[in-house]
Structure formats: structure tokens, C-alpha cells
């Protein structure tokens, strides 16, 4: 029987800006088959002031995304040394690393994850492997997503794996091809607007729940453009900023009703993507915690059981997956697959920092 074994730390910043998910995680390889422990694990939250940067970087001049490049590979290389310094952590195979998207354009073959430059190899003192989706888009991909490759290796006995984040994305088994894409913004849209009642988000959806739906909006938000786009596709914040916000902020709606229209909007397009409403779907992301939300899923998709994990893997599984990601990179193994990017081929990606 061979056996291999990685102890590696999954690091992962998404879209909702609520902190950086860091995973210490130790996966063994027994005849092909791969099995996972999630360790310690932490979400080490932004400061206001990093909020910030963060979500003005879009605005940036080129000057300014490099010096803030900079000023964000030393934070979180921060961020990693205590998280490996708190925990004991040593013999460490790897820290893999996804970065923060900051610019996200596959169509001008251009995305940007700040916090991979070099030096944050040297500032940790450790082995890492990061920036995994420019390669993708010079080869005419999405860059995104890429969690499908660890659903597909690591959670098979699900029909659908939905992540529940920034953005909705979901990935499934379809002629023996994995497919996978952004359905719809979530938690960037129903934070946004929880912000503007002083709240960091909309607890349980409570807010939502005591909306009401506006249903001009939720006809026009159904009708946008992406949603008639072909897969492979993918959402970035810019989208969110230029067509679906401005479209929300025309109805002279409360806040709630907005929240209410938007949580129908997300469940709305769930179920229209589904190629067979039956099964097991594995919910995952922020938005797992969203219990009105989840309850709007499960009037919808009555015939599909609904399986929401532990907390480790609600929180964790896209530090997991960028973790695996990393291990196939070392492996020299695909980690990135062209049905789901839409890129030339299936491909090995990421940099490798000693």
C-alpha cells in the first residue's frame, strides 16, 4: 500500500472581506485515494483600515495596487507567522497560499491576487505556493473557480458542492466533465446593504426576512446579462460596483425589502441552474450561516437534500481546497481543469517560493 502524507496550511482571502481563513491541514494519499484533516483553523479578521484598501483597491492607479501590493504581502505574511507561532506548527510541507483578488478581468486577460509576491516565502520562513489563477487566464481561462478540482477529489459523494461567499458558485459531475461556475453575487450585496443599517452583516437574515419582495426589481435582476451567458463564467466585485448595485439603488425601497428581493434573487437563480432538482447538495461559505436563506433554498429545492457540514468545512473549505491545490502543484498534478475555466487545457498552476 503506498501512503503519502502533506502537512500543509491553506490560507484564503475572499470577496466578503471578512478576514483571512487560515487552515492547518494534513492530507494522506493511500493507492490514489485522498483523505483530509482540518487541524487548527482561524479567521483572522481585517482591521477597518485594511477593510478599506481592500475595498477601494478597484479604484487604484497602477502605482498605488503596487505599493499596496507590497504593504499586503508584509500583513499577511503577518498574519501566517502567528497563525504557524501560536499553533506549535513545525515540519511544515508547505503554506499555500490564494492571495486577495483585487482585479478580477479574464476578459482582458488580465486578474490580480495581491499578497503572492515573492518576499513572503522569505518574511515566513516557509515553502509556499501561490498565485494559482494567473496561469489560468494567460491560457484563455476564467481563472476561476477553482475549488471544483477539491470537490471533485475530496467531497465526490455529493451531486452539487455550493458555495455560499462573495459570490454563489457551484460545481457538479456532468458527463464524466466537472463543471463549475459563478451563479450570482451574495454576501458582497446582502453586506453590503446589512453596512448601511450599522450592521457587519444581516445575522440569520433576520433583516431579510422581515422584507418584503419588490417584484419589479427581482424581474430585473433575474434578467440580467450574465445570467444568459454560456458557462464557464465568472463574477468579480466590479460587476457587483457597475450593473447590480446601481440597478438595486433605483427602487426607493427600504433596506429590508432590498435584503428580502435579493435573498429570492440568489435562491432564484440556484434553482434555475440546477440540471435535475433532486440528490445531495453540499452548502458551504458565510452564507451557509444565512438560516433564511437557507430555508428560501429549501422551499425550492424540496426534492434535493441539503446538507450543511461542521463549521470547519463551512468556514474552511476553500482554505482546504487552496491547500490541495498547492499539494497538486508540489505533485506536479493537475489542479486546475479547462472544463470548468475554460482554458486551453487542464493544467499544473501556481509559483512555488523557497
Excluded at 498605488?64 to 499577511?76: F, R
Excluded at 456532468?174 to 450585496?189: C, G, K, L, W, Y
Amino acid at each position: 500500500m503506498n501512503t503519502q502524507k502533506y502537512n500543509v496550511v491553506g490560507v484564503m482571502s475572499g470577496t466578503s472581506l471578512d478576514g483571512v481563513d487560515l487552515a492547518h491541514i494534513i492530507f494522506t494519499v493511500e493507492d490514489g485515494k485522498w483523505n483530509f484533516e482540518i487541524l487548527e483553523s482561524e479567521t483572522v479578521a481585517y482591521t477597518e483600515d485594511w477593510v478599506n484598501k481592500l475595498k477601494n483597491a478597484v479604484n487604484y492607479s497602477e502605482k498605488e495596487l503596487i505599493t499596496l501590493n507590497e504593504d499586503y504581502t508584509v500583513e499577511l505574511s503577518t498574519i501566517i507567522s502567528n497563525f504557524i507561532e501560536r499553533n506549535n506548527l513545525s515540519n511544515i510541507d508547505a503554506v499555500c497560499s490564494h492571495g486577495h483578488t483585487i482585479l478580477h478581468q479574464p476578459q482582458n486577460g488580465f486578474t490580480l491576487q495581491i499578497g503572492n509576491l515573492p518576499k513572503i516565502s522569505k518574511l515566513i520562513h516557509q515553502k509556499v505556493v501561490c498565485d494559482f489563477r494567473v496561469q489560468d487566464v494567460q491560457l484563455g481561462g476564467q481563472g476561476a473557480p477553482l475549488v471544483p478540482i477539491g470537490d471533485r477529489i475530496l467531497f465526490s459523494e455529493f451531486d452539487y458542492c455550493l458555495n455560499l461567499g462573495g459570490f454563489s458558485n457551484i460545481s457538479f459531475e456532468e458527463d464524466t466533465r466537472r463543471i463549475a461556475f459563478d451563479i450570482s453575487p451574495v454576501n458582497t450585496v446582502l453586506n453590503f446593504y446589512a453596512n448601511k443599517l450599522g450592521l457587519q452583516y444581516d445575522e440569520d437574515g433576520n433583516k431579510a426576512s422581515g422584507g418584503e419582495i419588490c417584484e419589479d426589481l427581482l424581474v430585473e435582476l433575474n434578467e440580467l446579462e450574465f445570467y444568459k451567458k454560456a458557462y464557464p463564467k465568472s463574477l468579480g466585485i466590479e460587476c457587483v460596483n457597475a450593473v447590480v448595485l446601481p440597478i438595486i439603488e433605483k427602487y426607493p425601497i427600504a433596506i429590508e425589502d432590498k435584503l428580502r428581493t435579493f435573498v429570492e434573487h440568489i435562491s432564484t437563480q440556484i434553482y434555475l441552474i440546477l440540471t435535475k432538482k433532486e440528490g445531495r447538495i453540499l452548502i458551504t461559505g458565510g452564507g451557509a450561516y444565512n438560516k433564511f436563506l437557507i430555508a428560501t433554498l429549501r422551499q425550492k429545492l424540496s426534492n434535493i437534500e441539503i446538507i450543511v457540514p461542521d463549521k470547519k468545512i463551512i468556514e474552511f473549505k476553500e482554505a482546504l481546497i487552496f491547500a490541495l491545490l498547492g499539494v497538486l502543484k508540489l505533485r506536479n498534478e493537475i489542479n486546475v481543469l479547462s472544463s470548468v475555466t475554460g482554458s486551453k487545457r487542464d493544467h499544473s498552476s501556481g509559483i512555488i517560493f523557497n
